[in-house]
C-alpha cells in the first residue's frame, strides 16, 4: 500500500505565505507525478499544481500560478507546495496525489491520495 501524508496546513491572513508537504511511503510503485488539488466548501475539487519526478516539470492552475510552487525532493520522497500572497478564496482542503502516469490536471489519472490538510485564509 502506498500511503501520503500531507502537512503543514493552517490559518494565515491573507497575503500570508504557508508551505504544505506531503511525506510518500509504503510499497515502491511507478510514480511518475505528483499532483496537489484543492477542495472549498460546497466546491469540486480542483486542480492546484503537479510535478514530476523526473525532471521537474510543472503545471499550474491559472489561480495559482506565480504566487504557488511545487517542488519535490526525490531522495526524501516528498513533495512541497510553498504558498504565498495567499487570499480568502485559496481557503480549502489541500490533497496531494501520485499517479503513475505523466502529469495530467485531472484527479481521475491520480492513484493514491492523502487524507487532506485544510488552509484557511483569513481576509
Known amino acids: 500500500q502506498v500511503q501520503l501524508v500531507e502537512s503543514g496546513g493552517g490559518l494565515v491572513q491573507a497575503g500570508g505565505s504557508l508551505r504544505l508537504s506531503c511525506a510518500v511511503s509504503?510499497?515502491?510503485?511507478?510514480?511518475?507525478?505528483m499532483g496537489w488539488f484543492r477542495q472549498a466548501p460546497g466546491k469540486e475539487r480542483e486542480f492546484v499544481a503537479a510535478i514530476s519526478w523526473i525532471g521537474g516539470l510543472t503545471r499550474y492552475a491559472d489561480s495559482v500560478k506565480d504566487r504557488f510552487t511545487i517542488s519535490r525532493d526525490n531522495a526524501e520522497n516528498t513533495v512541497y507546495l510553498q504558498m504565498t500572497s495567499l487570499k480568502s478564496e485559496d481557503t480549502a482542503v489541500y490533497y496531494c496525489?501520485?499517479?503513475?502516469?505523466?502529469?495530467?490536471?485531472?484527479?481521475?489519472?491520480?492513484?493514491?491520495w492523502g487524507q487532506g490538510t485544510q488552509v484557511t485564509v483569513s481576509s
Open positions: 509504503g510499497r515502491t510503485f511507478n510514480k511518475n507525478a
Open positions: 496525489a501520485a499517479s503513475s502516469l505523466s502529469i495530467h490536471l485531472s484527479s481521475n489519472y491520480y492513484s493514491y
